[in-house]
Each structure stands twice: as C-alpha cells, then as structure tokens.
C-alpha cells in the first residue's frame, strides 16, 4: 500500500478525505503565501477605522482598550451590519409551487477590532480574550429573540477568505433555522452517542492526547490539534477538554484559556505558512431549552486558505488534503 496516499472518515459526518502528500511539497514550500495589495490593505478612507464616522449604527457593544475607560479608545465594539444578510422583522413561512420559503429574519452583526492592520495573530492574549468576550456578551444577547434558532459566529481574513474589508473584524449571524452542515454535525454525534453512550468530541480528545502527534498546543482547558481527517492541509481545531455543548456557558477562566487556545493557533499558522488568508467559525448546540443538545461538544474550527476546489472536489464533494495533519501539527508545533 501506497503510504503517501489514503482515505480517512470523519467519525461524526461520514464523510471521506483523501490525505495524498505526494501531490504536494514540504509544509514550509507548499504554502501559498497571500499576496500582498496595497488598495486592499490601505487605511484610507476605511469604514471600520472610526465606525460611527463610516456611517455605522450606534455601537451595540463597546469593549475598551487596556487602561482606558471608553469613549474613544475602544478595543472592541459590535456593530449591525450596514448590508444583512438577515435583519429583524415578522417571520413568514410560505410555499411557493413545491417549495419552502421563510422570510429573511434574523440578526447580523459585525464585531469590529481597534488596529487596522494587526489581528488574532498578532494580539496579545488578553486582546485576544476581548474578541471571545464580544462574542459571548452578543451570543448571550441574540440567543432569547424570536426567531433565533442558531447563532453562527466566524471570522474571515483575507480576499481569498472572502473579506470584503481588509480591517480584521469577526460577523455574528442569528438565523431562523439550523444550518445544514452544521446540523449534519448534530446528528452524527447524537448517532455516536446513542451506539457508543458517550461524547464523540470527549472521545476524539483523549485519543488525540494519547496519540499526542497531531496536538499543536495545550493549556489547562483547552486542546488544539490538527484533526486526523482534515479537510485541508494545515486545519486546526480547539476543543474545550470538559464537555459543553454551548459556546455562551464559556466561564471567565475558560474565557481566558480558550484566548490563549484561539490565539496560539492563529499565531502559529501564520508563522508556518507566512500569514495565510483564513477562515475560522464557532460550531455549538442551537439556541433554546428546546433545541438543546447535551450530547454535543462546542468547538472552533480554523481553515487556512491553501488550496482551491478544483475539478475532483467540486464532483465529488471529497476534499484532497496534500499535507498530512500529522505533518501539518509537527511544523505549527514548532513555531
């Protein structure tokens, strides 16, 4: 058998990855670097630079800088977005010929970060803890409207990662239904807990922690790896080490670790691959006693733009990793 050349399952959505390191080169010399563009990157006439001066709403959330008491000197302030995806209303079902159809109902905001150009990676730990704070404080804030049955809440950096605006800042989105992917997430660990009568993620943690070669970092709460069936090279995932289905229940000791946790991995990676473009999202159980799943363990996931779909993946919805997350956790360990 081919060792450089394999597929892995992902135990909770069944889906398959091919891990093929032969079509790839060394961690370091197959990173695409982002390219740099000045008009993108440029401070001028930027809308989240002085949001209230761009024509922003009134702030729902102001976190201020260390030392400072507010006004301007603001670290942190959440924003509602100025073109939603969603926005508040009367929700509507209707049909239309075979289909469902809901209204656009719901809530999107922008949390907003100070520096221009200095984000996650280059944050201190505390300013990371901030970031994670705006995003429990809104989390808590959202979770109770009608019709909110999942708060989605994820970051993008980087053209190639889809932001629109170079100014780093992270978007929160409270939608009338469960995502579908992240739905399919719910079930398959609900399936695994109901065969095996424990926490998939728990499980996936102590292994990892036994095996130990796909651990980029650890503190007292939190874990970091690089999952066994990554879905690109160079993906990361931190888990909180003690079961909790939701992001809002996050204490402020956990707060603080997960900070470190966030910030770390965000650090390395762009260490590793020489600040890379990068997506990274909440996955946590949906909104609502009634909707609460304690079979479920919250987490972050953060994909590196490295790579493109290309003919086989767009067929195939089967996603080629040409870094093994073995390979991938060695390099961002040591940086």
Known sequence: ???????????????????????????????????????????????????????NAPPLLVLPAMGASGGSNWFVQVVENKYPALAPGEEQDRTVGPFSVKSGVGFHEVVI????????????????????RAYRSRYHALAHEHPVRYISVFHNFGKEAGASLFHPHSQILAIPVIPPDVNRSFQGSLKYFEEKGHCVHC??????????????????SFLVVCPFVSRTAFEVRIFPKAHE????????????????????????????????????????????????????????????KVSIWAGFEIATGIEISTVSPEEAAHTLRSV
């Open 1 to 55: 058998m081919d060792a450089s050349s394999e597929l892995r399952r992902d135990l909770i959505s069944g889906d398959w990855v091919v891990i093929s390191t032969r079509r790839g080169k060394r961690p370091q010399r197959g990173a695409k670097k982002r390219p740099r563009d000045p008009e993108y990157e440029k401070i001028e006439g930027c809308p989240f630079e002085n949001p209230q001066d761009g024509d």
């Open 113 to 132: 970060t100070r520096p221009h150009d200095r984000g996650l990676p280059q944050f201190t730990v505390q300013e990371a803890s901030f970031v994670l």
């Open 203 to 220: 499980d996936l943690i102590g292994w990892e922690r036994t095996e130990k070669v796909r651990v980029v970092f650890e503190n007292n």
């Open 245 to 304: 289905p939701c992001f809002q229940e996050l204490g402020d000791r956990e707060l603080g670790d997960a900070a470190e946790a966030l910030h770390e991995a965000l650090r390395k990676l762009w260490v590793a691959l020489d600040g890379p473009a990068y997506n990274f999202f909440i996955h946590t159980s949906p909104c609502g006693n009634s909707l609460y799943f304690p079979h479920y363990h919250w987490h972050i996931e953060i994909l590196p």
